[in-house]
């Protein structure tokens, strides 16, 4: 099938014929706070862009929080959760974590590989969030070591609609050529109270998928058209490839928030 590429910035912009992707969330409705606040943080696998169907979830490996080089254990602090989506309910999990100090906090995960028998191989999706409060910048910058990630070269938490956000792919720490990232939008209403995504979207779908190609040092720009919390999810970029014997698509996935100036 033919492939249309649009130059953008340090990556390429295609648009290929593949399904609207699974996503892992990592849900909060604000990424900057100005007061101490306890966090409400819905961690939902689904589709957020076409609000489909949303997947069961098995306990995380890992959930933490990074402050100012400091890294926190959460695991423990999980509960699971019912998570409704538009047409079915699915195993999710919810964290209250209590931010107090001014400057980035960084929330990972690390799921637990999840099967898609549709097309029999397993996926982890390893995904970051950032909140920060206070204005203070501290550390978004920084990558966590983690497997795979995407480590932001815009503030995550302060992008403008309208102007470009670029990250950069590692793998055990290098930069990760030639990767396919695809791009999503949350497209639908979260209500925290009820665990639940609304049963309409916001706006219609791409006819296909939105796909940014790394560069030699792993980076990749995307021109942020609108408002609200855009995710990226890089592809099979971690170096674990199999698990229980079958195909693992192991993933490096953020999430940013883009606002109107």
């Known amino acids: 099938m033919k492939k249309i590429t649009l130059a953008l910035g340090a990556a390429a912009l295609s648009l290929s014929a593949a399904s609207h992707a699974h996503f892992q969330l990592m849900y909060t409705p604000d990424s900057q706070l100005e007061k101490p606040e306890t966090l409400d943080m819905k961690l939902v696998f689904g589709h957020p862009m076409e609000n489909g169907h949303v997947m069961d ?151 296909s998928a939105i796909v940014a190609i790394t560069d030699d040092n792993g980076m990749f720009t995307f021109g942020v058209p609108k408002a609200g919390k855009w995710g990226f999810a890089c592809l099979g970029s971690g170096p674990d490839k199999e698990f229980n014997g079958k195909e693992l698509s192991q993933d490096a996935v953020l999430w940013i928030e883009a606002s109107d100036l």
């Open 57 to 207: 979830m098995a306990k995380p490996e890992a959930v933490s929080v990074t402050f100012k080089g400091k890294q926190t254990d959460l695991l423990t602090k999980l509960k699971q959760v019912k998570w409704t989506g538009p047409d079915n309910q699915a195993d999710a999990f919810k964290l209250d974590y209590k931010i107090r100090r001014n400057g980035d906090y960084i929330f990972s995960m690390v799921p637990a590989p999840y099967y898609e028998g549709g097309e029999d191989i397993y996926i982890q999706q390893i995904t970051k969030r950032y909140i920060n409060k206070g204005g203070l910048p501290t550390s978004w910058e920084e990558p966590l070591g983690l497997k795979t990630e995407i480590v932001p070269k815009n503030k995550p938490y302060q992008v403008l609609a309208g102007s470009t956000f670029t990250g950069q792919l590692l793998s055990e720490g290098k930069p990760a050529a030639g990767v396919e990232c695809e791009i999503e939008f949350l497209n639908t209403d979260v209500d925290l109270n009820k665990n639940a995504f609304a049963k309409g979207t916001h706006r219609d779908t791409p006819a």
